[in-house]
């Protein structure tokens, strides 16, 4: 895990949440807001290495807060506490926007907020639509708080991890699994996502998908994720993205022909 998600939602946890609730406003009327909205209040948030801001936006008749990254940096070498080294190491805002249009195009828009590139307080980065939660899965653990549907619970974490794997995010963990009131699992911060990995890593979590997210998952190419994530990925990165997304159908096809359509899909 991770200090700077850690610390952002510690931050967070503490301040009054912002309305309206996920799904009550379109993707459209969101954008409109991050884009073109009045900037009322930015709150630089004490914790966390990429000093993620809280921005209050209104355009008279919805206000509404987003997270606001800049951080935008390379390291050769990045060694973590864990014991991990990883090389080519990027930490950038543009891979939150890209994988939230990336996440639209695969239908998967409601687990995962708008996020748009904008110039806050003079620096440029990533404004991502505020979910209202009630607890993170790491609370939502400590806590013993159980889902009143556990079927629809696991089917979130199946579509999530292979989501996870598609983009490889290497900081997937628990403080960013965000949980709203009715029981809606939301991914935020993919700052550390689309390494340049052409495999799939932890396939032995990847054992059920569902046949609409397989299907879309089928039938996009290089081309159409590149229309998609535009200038926010790299050419290594779009190539490595879609060999993932290649090894992500074929292993799921070979599951279906293993176990069975029903046993795999939903």
Known sequence: MTLHLTALVAVLLA????????????????IRLMESGQIKKVTTLSKGVTKPRRVTLTDGTLTHD?????????KRIERFSTGRVELGF?????????????????????????????????????????????????MRVKQKIQPPSPVAWQRQWDVSRVFTALVEDTDRNQTNMLITEDWKLWMVDYSRAFRTSREL?????????????????????????????????RPAEIESLNIRRRLLVE??????????????LF
Not at 101 to 115: F, T
């Open 15 to 30: 301040q009054a949440p912002a309305t309206p609730a996920p799904g009550t406003v379109d993707d459209a009327t969101a």
């Open 66 to 74: 987003a997270v606001f990254q800049s951080v935008d940096e390379e």
């Open 90 to 138: 990027r930490d950038s805002y543009h891979f939150n926007i890209a994988a939230s249009a990336l996440a639209r195009v695969l239908g998967l828009d409601d687990m995962i907020p708008p996020c748009i590139e904008r110039v806050v307080q003079g620096d440029r980065g990533s404004l991502c639509w505020w979910v209202t939660w009630k607890w993170d899965e790491q």
């Open 201 to 233: 890593t932890a396939t032995d979590r990847l054992g059920r998908c569902p046949k609409a997210l397989l299907e879309r998952l089928r039938s996009l190419d290089e081309a159409g994720i590149r229309a998609a994530v535009g200038d926010h990925l």
């Open 251 to 264: 292993h799921f096809d070979a599951l279906v022909k293993a176990r069975g359509e029903m046993a795999v």
